[in-house]
């Protein structure tokens, strides 16, 4: 995502947050991306025999960025995962048909 944004790569000082802000952004969807169409169908079905209940995002990349991370992926006040943009497009088409 740096790339694609020519955004410059983490500082230190973490003064860059503004500049990053595309990237980050476009990695927490591409994290969204990968809940909604991998993890959450096979580890979250009422079927299995443990499913998963809960996530935590952790780690310097989770730390650092959480705050833009969680605009992208999590409901303001709620911390449950966004919709995956699919399903937004469909309710949408669904709405306007």
Partial sequence: AEAVYNCPEPS?????????APAVRAYGEQWLHFLHTQFVPQMCSPTRRHPVEQI???GGVAERNWALLQEVMVEPGTNLLLPHSSEIE???????G
């Fill in 56 to 58: 935590c995002f952790a």
């Fill in 12 to 20: 230190e000082d973490g003064g860059d947050d503004e500049t990053r």
């Fill in 90 to 96: 469909a309710a949408s088409a669904a709405g306007s």
